[in-house]
């Protein structure tokens, strides 16, 4: 069992339409998810042994499917690390802003998107570790 999320992440269910030709998960903003989407981006071909993200960002909310494949996504509020294992297309995982994430043990096909409440920004982000603790604590 996943231990207990940090506070503004969850993992959510996606309704899956299918039939005997196959599935189709759609995704509406503030509908299905607590925000109004902005931007959607995708990361695959992932290099063997590639950590990514290593950061957190001040104001963005994010839904993290992966589409194909898997991924283990660490979560870091600042007081603690919990990993979540992404393996199903039909579950996102829901991270909201000062959550600092790292995402490893990619498998050869995966494929995430992302869903994203902003444009990109690298004003947003919080890239040094040290900074993000120091402003999780206030
Ligand atoms: P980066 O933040 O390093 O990716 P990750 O969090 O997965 O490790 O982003 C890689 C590059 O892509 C970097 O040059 C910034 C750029 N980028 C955009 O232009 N738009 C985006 O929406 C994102 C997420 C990244």
């Known amino acids: 069992m996943t231990d207990a999320l940090p506070a503004g ?3 959510i269910r996606l309704a899956v339409k299918g039939d005997h030709r ?7 903003g503030e509908h299905d ?5 902005a931007r959607v981006y995708c990361v695959y071909a992932t290099t063997e042994g590639t950590v990514r993200g290593m950061h957190a960002h001040r104001q963005l909310d994010q839904l993290v499917i992966a589409v194909a494949g898997s991924c283990t996504m660490m979560l870091d509020d600042g007081q603690r690390r919990v990993e979540v ?3 199903d297309p039909a579950v996102g995982l829901l991270m909201g802003s000062m959550i600092w994430h790292e995402m490893s043990d990619f498998s050869d096909n995966c494929v995430l998107m992302v ?6 920004d690298e004003a947003d982000y919080i890239r040094d570790y040290a900074t993000f603790k120091a402003l999780a604590k206030t």
Do not use: H, M, T
């Open 9 to 11: 992440c969850r993992l």
């Open 22 to 28: 196959g599935s189709l998960i759609a995704i509406e």
């Open 33 to 37: 998810l607590p925000f109004a989407i």
């Open 85 to 87: 294992r992404l393996d």
């Open 115 to 120: 869903l994203a409440s902003a444009v990109y």
